[in-house]
């Protein structure tokens, strides 16, 4: 899959030149680090108690009982602390919404046409956002920054380490895919239903994106056909003109960008995957997806992870059917197929998605199903990464990733655990024993102009 | 001495029979949260009727026996700023009683209480067993009522009614917040000055409004005034939203000056000013997990804001503004404990602080004579994976089905069937 997806990127590359915008992210100054004698959750599912960690060259080099060190490590006893991979929000407005919520920096809906294709959430990011900081003491090591939910298509998502840095290109997730932000339901209806516009109901939604997808197929039908040319020929012919809006539907279909897609209610969700039938993308993810639980084998079956809140509900119609149970049973759907996601869509929840997860575990385990803490563990980390297309770099500690860790001072699962150390690409990016930790120029001196902003 | 309560007791049976069930239920062998800040003990509690009647940790005997060895047992959890009964689904205005047009400082949301609300069984089967429920602000900084509600279940509204009046001052995009200071000092220099024997019939109250130059711009009905007599003599708690230090600092000043009773809730930057916060006996309400600087007046937001204000011996409570989940107020308050605030007063925060500060009568605390609103806890309360095994409200074990727990058996359970033939 990641393969066909490059193979893809290379021909589309090649047609119009090198993809703009591209990652320059440089990683802080790492250690070789030993972690001695941890409790272990590898985001593959697995528990490993008292249990070494080796970092070198900033991947992960081993997993084992009494591994042996040399003085290059850096060596950190974590006996009775517990070890998890760095944790992935698939779900974030930071930097499009930012902190403070003024007007002059919202910028995650551009909610003037209902499918705004072309726009890109990178280009709204703010970089000072002062919630990275705050998610990265959550453990937060990356995130999926969306558009809004305001139109049927609303743009593209970008991936993003959490390491705040001065440009959005040096934040950027070096190779991870661009995602498709949809949305079905209320908001779009509503936002353009109100202009007296379409789309005004759900079957307005429906027309909207296959609408969209018509003009998308045959967009890559004059570029597949331009594309079969031999050299000769296409010297002599003009390549069909550039499409911003259009460039992202054919990735979509091209299966090299993503799709995400915010949808609360069961039937339309289904609806959504017919119409990905007819035009033949896949889904990644459905997002919120209140009633996920209702059609979780539908999601299994097809591949589509449910990102989904352990309990946000009754904020409008379309979320009145919540189950605390439903990433459970998303999860649990085809006996175990299923994917499941604890996201956040909030800055508060961000930091604390291993309490998320704790909760939607221990609902699951009311309803009746067998589902361990470390298997739970895979809802904030691998599975986020999955859906992100950033899985072979990291999401979970196996040999030759990323060594992006979390040191908890407590089992995770629990409301006491507090973040002890962030590691990034093997480098330390935050310490709670040192106080080391990032501030973005929006925290400097702004309440007193001797401190940063939460320093007292 | 004996013989008389003993009298008391025989006609307080005599005056409940027939009308609620007389059995006593045992809670055995439980670790008792108190409520009031005390170190958890373990113990036994006898309830009789609606009430505690017994706390010891000596054997007591009951005619039904609960043995709850190893579980937590606290009062009920008692969040102060919620719109549990009347918003039912918040994009929906046509689910709304939460505000008005018409009235400003008055406005009381009392009978627009809907015990039959999905929110409220949902709720209470996390541990919520009555709720201060507060309506949207109103044009004037300070105004509209808020009542306290029991979660009983029962069709016939259980609680007391305007109980608290709201407020609120801070950065709108609109008025200066200078100008919102006037009209608070306005409002309360013009309700100081009314007297009881002004405050007869509507029409009398009329013309008090028209002779009043700030009365009158904000077209305020009589209704208001009363509400505003009220405040200013009768010591109605007062809960001020607001957030900037400086903006903390000037109620405090207004509080001294009219003698309110002022409760400020959001407070965001209260670390800022917590020593005059001490000073003035201030409570506060607060959101220990939001750590946001979500506007300008919130710039000091802190996950530590609790601790630090409880080393100050200020009382604190706490809300939880996400949408329809009132419960998490244990989640915020677990946070609160694993940045610093004694677990005791986490507790105390959920469940007696808010009885003491808004007057609610005998309930949010485990002490003899008490009303029994009671959790026994599968597990620690504020652990967000725990939820109540048992919850007594008014000494009654009430059912814990909500609309969620059968949504779920619907979906995993008789799978068989068409999902519209299930349970």
């Not at chain 2, 016939?156 to 917040?177: L, P, Y």
Request: proline residues 4%.
């Amino acid at each position: 899959m990641t393969k066909l997806i490059k193979y893809y990127f290379l021909i589309f590359a090649c047609f119009i030149q090198a993809e703009p915008f591209q990652s320059t992210y440089e990683p802080l100054p790492s250690e070789n680090i030993l972690i001695r004698n941890a409790n272990i959750y590898d985001g593959e599912g697995n528990e490993f108690i008292e249990t070494d960690l080796l970092i070198q060259n900033r991947k992960i080099v081993a997993i084992g009982k009494d591994l042996p060190s040399t003085n290059d490590f850096k060596v950190i006893d974590a006996s009775d602390k517990w070890v998890t991979p760095g944790i992935i929000d698939i779900h974030s407005h930071m930097g499009v919404y930012p902190a403070p919520g003024v007007s002059t920096s919202s910028d995650g809906n551009e909610a003037t046409s209902p499918v705004t294709a072309d726009v890109w959430a990178e280009h709204s990011i703010w970089v000072q956002d002062p919630q990275y900081a705050l998610a990265l003491k959550g453990g937060v090591t990356a995130f999926h920054i969306l558009p809004g939910s305001a139109n049927l298509i609303g743009g593209r998502g970008v991936t993003v380490k959490n390491l705040q840095r001065n440009t959005i290109n040096s934040m950027k997730f070096p190779d991870a895919p661009h995602s498709l932000k949809m949305a079905c339901g209320e908001n779009p209806k509503r936002v353009y239903g109100n202009r007296q516009q379409a789309p005004s109901t759900r079957m307005g939604n429906a027309a909207g994106y296959r609408k969209s997808w018509i003009q998308a197929e045959a967009y890559l039908n004059r570029l597949n056909e331009y594309e079969s040319k031999s050299d000769d020929a296409k010297e002599m012919g003009y390549a069909p003109q550039r499409d911003l809006e259009m460039e992202t539907l054919a990735g979509v279909l091209r299966g090299e960008i993503l799709v995400h897609n915010h949808c609360y209610r069961a039937e339309e969700m289904a609806t959504m995957i017919n119409i990905a039938n007819e035009f033949n993308y896949k889904i990644t993810a459905f997002h919120h997806g209140v009633e996920a639980y209702k059609i979780a084998d539908l999601l299994a079956e097809n591949n589509i992870c449910g990102a989904l809140w352990a309990d946000w509900w009754g904020f409008k119609h379309e979320a009145y059917d919540m189950v605390q149970a439903n990433i459970a049973i998303v999860d649990q759907a085809l006996n175990g197929k299923g994917c499941a996601i604890v996201h956040s869509d909030d800055a508060i929840g961000i930091q604390h998605l291993n309490q998320e997860a704790s909760k939607a575990l221990s609902a699951g385990l009311r309803a009746g199903f067998d589902i361990t803490k470390a298997r739970a563990m895979n809802w904030i980390t691998s599975n986020p990464a999955k859906a992100a297309g950033i899985y072979e770099q990291t999401g979970s500690l196996v040999v030759g990733k990323n060594a992006d860790v979390v040191i908890w001072s407590k089992n995770p699962f629990s409301v006491y655990a507090l973040v002890e150390k962030v590691f990034i690409d093997g480098a330390t990016a935050y310490d709670k024993e040192s106080d080391f930790q990032p501030a973005s120029d929006f925290d400097v001196g702004i309440i007193s102009p001797n401190k940063n902003r939460i320093k007292e | 001495m004996m013989n008389s309560s003993k009298k008391v007791i025989f006609i307080f049976l005599i005056f409940f029979n027939g009308v609620i069930n007389s059995e006593s239920t045992l809670i055995q062998n439980v670790t008792i949260y108190d409520g009031k800040n005390n170190d958890a003990f373990i113990g036994n509690v006898l309830i009789e009727d609606n009430k505690i009647s017994r706390v010891s940790s000596s054997n007591l005997r009951g005619d039904l026996v609960i043995d709850a060895t190893g579980k937590i047992l606290t009062p009920g959890i008692i969040p102060t700023d919620t719109d549990i009964g009347i918003v039912e689904i918040g994009a929906l205005s046509v689910t709304r009683d939460d505000s008005s047009d018409l009235y400003q400082i008055g406005f009381s949301i009392y009978d627009a209480f809907n015990p039959n609300s999905v929110l409220i069984p949902w709720n209470r089967s996390n541990g919520i067993t009555s709720t201060l429920t507060l309506p949207q602000n109103t044009d004037s900084p300070i105004g509209g009522l808020g009542s306290f509600f029991v979660l009983d279940g029962n069709i016939e509204i259980s609680g007391s009614k305007d109980v608290v009046m709201i407020g609120r001052v801070g950065a709108s995009g609109g008025e200066s917040r200078a100008e919102t200071f006037s009209i608070m000092e306005d409002l309360l220099e013009f309700a100081s000055s009314l007297e009881s024997r002004d405050m007869g019939s509507y029409k009398e109250i009329a013309e008090l409004i028209d002779d009043s130059p700030i009365a009158e711009t904000m077209e305020l009905h009589p209704r208001d005034l009363q509400a505003l007599y009220k405040l200013v003599n009768d010591d109605l708690p007062l809960i001020i939203n607001a957030n900037r230090a400086s903006d903390l600092l000037k109620l405090i000043e207004i509080k001294r000056k009219y003698d309110l009773n002022l409760i400020i809730m959001g407070a965001q930057e209260a670390g800022l000013v917590a020593n005059q916060i001490a000073e003035n006996d201030i409570p506060l309400i607060i959101n220990p997990i939001n750590n946001i600087p979500e506007s300008f007046d919130e710039l000091a937001a802190n996950i530590e804001l609790a601790a630090k204000l409880e080393k100050l011996g200020i009382t604190i409570m706490f809300n939880a503004p996400r949408s329809h989940n009132f419960h998490l107020v244990r989640q915020g308050a677990g946070v609160a404990v694993a940045n610093g605030m004694s677990y005791a007063g986490a507790i105390k925060a959920l469940t007696l602080s808010p009885v003491e500060v808004f007057n609610l009568g005998d309930r949010g605390q485990i002490a003899k004579g008490k009303i029994a609103d009671l959790i026994i806890w599968d597990a620690d309360p504020l652990e967000p994976s725990s939820m109540p095994e048992k919850v007594f409200i008014n000494g009654k074990d009430v059912d814990l089905t909500s609309r969620m727990t059968r949504l779920t058996d619907r979906y995993t359970k008789n799978k068989e069937k068409p999902n519209g033939y299930r349970n």
